[in-house]
């Protein structure tokens, strides 16, 4: 048997000047240049009955209405996709099937629309789906839609990375100016490097006072004492001779 596909345009939108605007965007991209458009579609397989799926808000959306005569869209032009080697009846329980899984309130315009129905109900009859230029406006925005949601997901995760990142090193410098202000216990991790407060008086003594740490003394030097016997000896030579007698 054959499956008839029945397309229209878009037209019931309720209002005069977007139905033109939609006409004419058909005829440019489809008519035109053979890109696609907006439009809606129904099959046809056994009888005179097309069906479709659309929105309501209880119930199934799947539905039926005389071949090519959707009171709202404008007609334009049906495409025999194939031939089913399904029985009536065979049919039939796909509807049946199809009208469980196509609640009306499941309705998308980008996503699970009419021409998403035709194509499954397509599929499952064993024939080619829908050419590509009936749903390609849909799936265009479709796919936007979803690239757009995964890169806020992305920002709201870099986002949430950088914040988590600051705290850490937040935490890190904190740590840091507290062990310059307080004693760090005796552990093998810091031995080798002695606490900030050791380091600090050490380097006051140096400076004031030429010491050193503990534990780094070095022998007196020899040619400083000579320098020092030699000094004293000239400072002996310098006075007058009454003054020796005097002493």
């Known amino acids: ?105 499941s309705y998308d315009l980008l996503s699970k629309n009419c021409n998403h129905f035709c194509d499954e109900f397509c599929e499952r009859l064993g024939v080619p789906k829908l050419p590509g230029w009936v749903n390609r406006f849909a799936n265009a925005g479709d796919t936007a839609v979803e690239i757009a949601g995964n890169t806020a997901f992305r920002l709201r995760q870099a986002k949430t990375e950088i914040v988590s990142a600051s705290k850490v090193a937040y935490r890190f410098l904190a740590s840091v100016g507290s062990n310059n202000s307080i004693v760090a216990p005796e552990s093998p991790g810091n031995s080798n490097r002695g606490t900030p407060r050791f380091q600090v008086t050490w380097f006051k003594n140096l400076v004031s006072t030429g010491a050193k740490p503990s534990g780094t003394s070095e022998p007196e030097d020899p040619d400083e004492n000579i320098i020092q016997q030699q000094q004293r000896k000239d400072a002996e030579t310098s006075l007058p001779q009454s003054s020796r007698h005097d002493i």
């Open 1 to 105: 048997m054959e499956v008839i596909l029945h397309i229209y345009d878009v037209t019931n939108s309720g209002s005069d000047k977007t139905n033109n605007t939609i006409l004419q965007i058909n005829k440019i991209f489809k008519d035109g240049i053979g890109l696609g458009g907006i439009f809606h579609s129904a099959v046809q397989v056994y009888g005179d009955e097309e069906w479709s799926f659309g929105f309501c808000e209880e119930g199934t959306g799947v539905f039926s209405c005389p071949s090519g005569k959707n009171p709202m869209y404008k007609y334009r032009e049906c495409i025999v996709l194939g031939k089913t080697d399904f029985s009536i009846f065979k049919v039939n329980q796909v509807l049946r099937e199809l009208s469980r899984e196509w609640p009306g309130n």
